[in-house]
Nanobody, 115 residues
Framework: QVQLVESGGGLVQPGGSLRLSCAASGSIFNRSAMGWYRQTPGKQRESVAAITRLGSTNYAESVKGRFTISRDNNNNTVYLQMNSLKPEDTAVYYC?????????WGQGTQVTVST
């Protein structure tokens, strides 16, 4: 059974940076595709960034040039580096794991961008 543990959220001022981490266990990590999603109250969860098992990435238009997704297969961890944060980036961020047709979600970590 895959388990995901996220960390790194918090409160940051506009223009600041945060790095989210998602550590996976119970997975052949280098065979998995990973992604970060976010959700605000009353809205659907949306994709922010994704990385394939081979390291190809894609991003939502709203975060291109500011966010970077990466993975460390030796440590079974995926990261989301978030720079130039804006108040509209405020949300609960979720890690998503996909392997062999099965999707697993992390518990979510709150990111708040505010003065």
């Amino acid at each position: 059974q895959v388990q995901l543990v996220e960390s790194g959220g918090g409160l940051v001022q506009p223009g600041g940076s945060l790095r989210l981490s998602c550590a996976a266990s119970g997975s052949i990590f280098n065979r998995s595709a990973m992604g970060w999603y976010r959700q605000t109250p009353g809205k659907q969860r949306e994709s922010v960034a994704a990385i394939t098992r081979l390291g190809s990435t894609n991003y939502a238009e709203s975060v291109k040039g500011r966010f970077t997704i990466s993975r460390d297969n030796n440590n079974n961890t995926v990261y989301l580096q978030m720079n130039s944060l804006k108040p509209e980036d405020t949300a609960v961020y979720y890690c998503r794991h996909y392997e062999n047709g099965r999707v697993t979600w992390g518990q979510g970590t709150q990111v708040t961008v505010s003065t």
